[in-house]
């Protein structure tokens, strides 16, 4: 992995610019701006606004389903990842996810024209397996204090994606 010089990365980073972080394109691309990061403390809050344009938007219910919420909550991790990788002049390793864990949800929908909040923390950190656990919390609306939807969620870097599984499908 190549080392390059540390450059600094804004608090507020808009969707536009949050794009060049992640390997999420078009419709799959499900962030609309960070917030709030830390790298020393792995931590991030991002939003999402929702709008009948989502992948997941259901027009019956003119919203997106909360269980969608794993996919954004992973979206800010991999935002963390693309954020820290930056910062620390790091070549950016692919990720995967591991698991979703302990997935709880209050609310059936996220409403179209509402916006969403995804605080997430690491709280577990395995640097020779490059592996990585983070409590995540999902609110319904920016200035909620009780979360729509929490998940723990594992993800994994490898520099050979592919080497993974090699042989597996033969």
Known sequence: MADVEPKNVAQFIDHDELINYLPHK??????????QHDVEKHTITS?????????FYEE?????????GFELMAQGISA?????????GRTPLPG??????????SVGFLKNGSTCQMKIAEDY???ETHTYRYLCSLFAAVGD???AATAKITVMETED??????GKAE
Do not use: H, Q
């Open 26 to 35: 078009g419709k799959m691309f499900l962030l609309s701006r960070v917030t």
């Open 47 to 55: 939003e999402y606004d929702i709008t009948k344009d989502c992948i």
């Open 60 to 68: 019956e219910f003119d919203g997106v389903p909360t269980w969608a």
């Open 80 to 88: 963390l990842t693309g954020i820290t990788n930056k910062i620390k």
């Open 96 to 105: 995967m996810i591991l698991s979703v864990v302990d997935f709880k949800a």
């Open 125 to 127: 950190r395995d640097e």
């Open 145 to 147: 204090t009780e979360p």
């Open 161 to 166: 994606m592919l080497a993974m599984f090699k």
